[in-house]
């Protein structure tokens, strides 16, 4: 079992940075891919980043250069730093982990970029 907990989402005007954690209940460094999520309001969940235990990672394109997922493996924890915010970035972030086959969600933390 894992649980995942969000937290640092917020208000933030185009052009701001953020940076998301998630903080795992057990060791994080033997879980195999941990991964962020986000929705938007009428819009299927999308993938944002991943990275594995191999420290491999991978972004969908419209974030990529803005946005870096990284971990902490003495805090159990991984991040998002989010650079360059856009109104369209806006959505519920999920912290995502799969372990020996089997699937974690976090609750989501709400992202929001306006003026």
């Known amino acids: 079992q894992v649980q995942l907990v969000e937290s640092g989402g917020g208000l933030v005007q185009p052009g701001g940075s953020l940076r998301l954690s998630c903080a795992a209940s057990r060791s994080i460094s033997s879980i195999n891919v941990m991964a962020w999520y986000r929705q938007a309001p009428g819009k299927q969940r999308e993938l944002v980043a991943t990275?594995?235990?191999?420290?491999?990672?991978n972004y969908v394109d419209s974030v990529k250069g803005r946005f870096t997922i990284s971990r902490d493996n003495a805090k159990n924890t991984v991040y998002l730093q989010m650079n360059s915010l856009k109104p369209e970035d806006t959505a519920v972030y999920y912290c995502y982990a799969v372990h020996r086959w089997v699937n974690y969600w976090g609750q989501g933390t709400q992202v929001t970029v306006s003026s």
């Open positions: 990275l594995t235990s191999g420290e491999n990672t």
